[in-house]
């Protein structure tokens, strides 16, 4: 218990300078209800904060759907890349320490993949045709930067998912602009045609503070000249979210674009993902592609040879050591922005 003792005199001082202000304080209350015209300020409390898987969108201002890019440009275009420094914290060893593949204090969502409407069927194919390469410019006049992309399953038909960093600067910087996806690029040949942006999404945990775990963002595209939305193409492929970084047979797919890989190829490697340390989100494969992979689906399995389910996109590659892939596992902040305006 806490005892307080305060002088018989200070009560009474404090009583008389409590009824001084009182009076004048309401004098001024009856002041300002006679006179009209005197000028009341209310404070408002600090306006809190938004959370960092609120999600921030900017919209497409071109009408055309062709004419952004030359074939130069295309075919120069500068790989966006993240590096990540190995964490030295403690490792789980995979051998024997594996968690649950989902996590009890988060909620599993998912969506199944999508078939395009003119092939129901699905068929096998070299190049995936649901996954392709993301051109941008960092400014309107700048030079052309690629990351890879991938179509998903929305309510819209229209939605594909890449890095944040394939977007926007992350950390209060700007936003990406002139997104062109090119699905089943090979060697040049874009045999599903070139598709624009209509609008991009961003967590606020990227495009404000940088986080890693918000690396993500969905880009809205355009119909085609003929009318028919991408999924409806090409189909798309399905989703998990808060999977568990451990995951097994996974496929890892994306178009590395610095040596020894040149960009004109789509690759993929397969193998099992870890967690990466003990105080860390992310998610890791040895995997030794380059730059221009960022934003390259983690599929968790595959219903064909072009559609599967995604948990994951490529963020950050090691920056020393072992040749890794890095990303957190989708989460909350990856169906609001599936289902923001």
Not at 256 to 284: H, I
């Amino acid at each position: 218990m806490i005892t307080s003792f305060i002088p018989k005199n200070v009560c009474i001082f404090s009583t008389i300078l409590f009824s001084i202000f009182f009076s004048s304080l309401s004098s001024q209350q009856a002041m300002a209800a006679e006179d009209p015209e005197t000028p009341v300020t209310i404070m408002n409390p600090d306006e809190p904060s938004k959370p960092e898987n609120y999600i921030q969108s900017k919209d497409s201002l071109y009408e055309e759907s062709g004419g952004l890019y030359t074939e130069e440009d295309l075919k120069n275009a500068i790989p966006k890349d993240k590096t990540k420094t190995p964490d030295n914290s403690i490792k789980l060893n995979p051998s024997f320490e594996k968690p649950p593949m989902k996590e009890k204090d988060k909620k599993q969502q998912f969506a199944p993949p999508t078939y395009p409407s003119n092939d129901p069927v699905p068929t096998k194919s070299i190049v995936p045709k649901t996954t392709g390469k993301l051109y941008f410019r960092e400014t309107p006049n700048s030079k052309t930067s690629v990351c890879s992309a991938s179509v998903v399953t929305s309510n819209e038909d229209n939605a594909i998912l890449t890095a944040g960093h394939c977007v926007h600067d992350g950390a209060k910087g700007s936003w990406y602009t002139d997104f062109l996806f090119v699905p089943a690029y090979f060697n040049g040949e874009r045999p599903y045609g070139s598709w624009i942006w209509e609008k991009v999404h961003a967590p606020y945990g990227w495009t404000n503070s940088g986080k890693y775990d918000y690396d993500k963002a969905i880009i809205r595209m355009r119909p085609n000249n003929s009318g028919t939305k991408i999924a409806n193409y090409l189909g798309s492929n399905g989703w998990i979210t808060n999977a568990s970084q451990y995951q097994t047979d996974v496929r890892i797919t994306g178009y590395p674009s610095d040596a020894p890989y040149d960009g004109q190829l789509p690759y993929s490697c397969y193998g099992d993902t870890f967690k990466d340390g003990l105080f860390s989100n992310d998610a890791y494969m040895n995997c030794g592609m380059t730059k221009g992979s960022s934003g390259g689906a983690w599929f968790d399995r595959m219903s064909s040879e072009s559609l599967g389910y995604i948990f994951a996109a490529t963020s950050r590659s090691s920056a020393s050591g072992t040749k890794r892939l890095y990303a957190v596992p989708l989460g909350d902040e990856f169906t609001n922005m599936l289902n923001a305006d």
